[in-house]
């Protein structure tokens, strides 16, 4: 997985496509050097120069076709074997956004195949508007970082620093936010639905949870008083209609 529209790590292996035209080109090589050694092996050696005509009718039928169809294969394959397309936007489904899969961080993740950014410092980056289903960005570094209008169901930012990210508008439902920081995070008219926040989570410092959704997502005590305090604890949410005071089930 990764900022906006970029490539992978390994982007001869990113599609099946693209694996399988690097794979052609490794064969076309291979071929052209073994029928290369063995051409150099029946050759005739001779201590003085041939003449133009001597080396033509020297050289076997069928060694000249074989060179000829190696050539072909290998113009074939590299036909098209530019490099492969950039990775797509549907999450942790697709394998070009996968750089590790199975398993994860925390028991949530536990048995999951999944993408993972793992320790990964991703300030500031840019994951606006995507489709990022099951992706983990797990003990990174997600500073500043701009996730709006993007789906987040099931990602993982366990352990996590988010400070200063702005949520707004994103769908957060069964996210892993256990022992991670939102300081100054944006969760406006976020849906934080079934999250799984743990005892370690802290909203301390949050910037906004105004038209947030937080139904059946079990906060601490503490953090729910902290929270149905702070001065952008009202509206209600434009996608699941649910009104914000009453989702984090206030004490009006």
Same mark, same amino acid.
């Given at each position: ?71 072909? !294969? ?112 944006? !969760? ?65």
């Amino acid at each position: 997985v990764i900022p906006k529209r970029t490539p992978t790590d390994d982007p001869i292996h990113s599609t099946p496509a693209a694996a399988m035209k690097y794979s052609a080109l490794l064969l076309a090589v291979s071929l052209c050097t073994v029928h290369s050694f063995h051409a150099d092996v029946r050759r005739p050696h001779t201590t003085r120069a041939a003449s133009p005509t001597a080396a033509s009718a020297g050289t076997w039928l069928p060694e000249r076709l074989a060179a000829s169809a190696c050539a072909l !294969l290998l113009s074939a394959s590299l036909v098209g074997a530019a490099p492969p397309a950039l990775a797509d936007d549907r999450g942790a489904s697709d394998v070009t956004n996968q750089k590790i899969t199975t398993g994860g961080a925390s028991t949530l993740q536990s048995g999951r195949t999944i993408t993972i950014t793992r320790g990964v410092n991703l300030d500031r980056a840019d994951f606006g508007g995507q489709n990022l289903k099951g992706v983990a960005f797990q003990q990174s570094i997600v500073r500043d970082a701009n996730f709006k209008g993007s789906d987040l169901t099931s990602a993982s930012f366990f352990d996590a620093t988010i400070d200063g990210s702005d949520f707004e508008n994103a769908d957060m439902t069964n996210a892993n936010l256990e022992m991670c920081q939102l300081n100054r995070a944006n !969760l406006k008219n976020t849906v934080v639905r079934e999250a799984y926040v743990g005892g370690t989570t802290l909203f301390t410092g949050i910037k906004s949870i105004e038209n947030s959704d937080f139904t059946d997502t079990y906060l601490r005590k503490d953090q729910v008083k902290y929270l149905c305090e702070h001065p952008t604890a009202k509206g209600t949410n434009s996608v699941t209609g649910a009104n914000t005071r009453e989702s984090l089930m206030c004490k009006d």
